[in-house]
């Protein structure tokens, strides 16, 4: 049976009937166990990832920054609805959801709406966040005049904290009425059946033989920074290990991203990650600089699909690439 919060909309005193007849939701879509829909809406886009980092603004933007987020790791659904009455309101949406969040217990971290988001009535908020997908071919867009967008948002956490979202409603550029996009993460500890095992020094070095070059998915950087995670530091031994190892190899040091953002700030943040590896290796372990070279392709050299969260995980890599002494 789909799920419905119109017992919540009725208790605000607020009548949801439909004014079309019910759509059916795409195939293989289902909603978050512990996060309601709307009665009256249908799925028109859903991406289901077994293990990612979702960041969930928690405040407003600033026109260079959140004032605040939440981070959680585990399995990631993003979620587009749109509505088959045209007529209900953003505001209606908003509170239908707040409602049914506190009665499962959530925290509601963050609500706001409009200019108090962000700049562009909220605009700035939504495009920075790079939370939520584009949806369907014909839904989500973001309405084209600023008074016309009406955009809500809220960030919820579970009680126990294992379930993290965030959830926006605005009206939609290219159908009537509102359209609701729900990024939702459910915590967990990747497995060990879809966990890669990190590379050896001797298979780096035998991928540079091989083909030139090799990537080296455990660098991990804080999200949108050239700021190197603790959980990098086995695979950045590694590297160092191979370059004690083989003492005439010299490498280029390429980072890479997906293609979230404009191309030139892909290319200016895959350059300082970049650099910021060159940098810890030369400090951390003593590789003399002159070995190690930075550079940065951005978005340039995909080797997997921007269009889904798993592609996108993997295009954001560094490789290393065997120079000439």
């Known amino acids: 049976m789909t799920p419905n919060l119109l017992s919540h909309s009725l208790a605000l005193g607020v009548a ?9 939701d795409i195939d293989g879509a289902y909603d978050h166990p512990e996060i309601e829909r709307v009665a009256g809406s249908n799925i028109v886009y859903f991406s289901h990832t077994e293990f990612d980092r979702l960041t969930v603004p928690t405040g407003a933007h600033d026109g ?59 605009r700035g908020f939504y495009r920075a966040s790079d939370l939520f997908s584009r949806g369907a071919r014909d839904c989500c867009r973001l309405a084209t005049r600023a008074s016309n967008r009406d955009l809500r948002y809220i960030a919820a956490r579970s009680a126990d904290g294992s379930v993290l979202a965030g959830i926006a409603a605005f009206n939609e550029r290219r159908v009537p009425g509102p359209a609701v996009e729900i990024a939702v993460v459910t915590g967990a500890e990747m497995g060990t059946e879809m966990d890669h095992q990190p590379l050896t020094a001797g298979e780096m070095e035998a991928g540079l033989i091989e083909e030139g070059r090799v990537a080296v998915q455990d660098i991990l950087f804080e999200f949108d920074s050239a700021r190197i995670l603790p959980e990098s530091s086995n695979a950045l031994g590694t590297v160092a290990e191979l370059m004690a190892d083989a003492p005439d190899i010299a490498l280029l040091v390429v980072g890479h991203t997906d293609n979230s953002g404009s191309y030139d700030y892909n290319v200016s943040l895959s350059m300082a990650r970049a650099q910021a590896v060159v940098d810890y290796l030369t400090g951390q372990h003593g590789i003399a600089a002159g070995r ?31 120079m000439q002494r």
Not at 307 to 317: H, I, M, Q, S, W
């Open 64 to 122: 260079d920054d959140f004032e605040s987020a939440e981070m959680l790791e585990g399995e990631v659904l993003k979620l587009s609805y749109t509505f088959d009455n045209p007529d209900i309101s953003t505001l209606q949406i908003k509170r239908n959801y707040i409602d049914a969040l506190e009665a499962r217990g959530f925290e509601i971290l963050y609500a706001d709406s409009h200019a108090a988001l962000g700049s562009g009535e909220g």
């Open 16 to 24: 949801l009937a439909l004014a079309a007849p019910v759509m059916a």
């Open 292 to 322: 190690l070279q930075a550079a940065g392709a951005g978005m340039m050299a995909p080797i997997a699909t921007n269009r889904t969260d798993e592609g996108r995980a993997l295009n954001r890599r560094v490789e290393l690439v065997e």
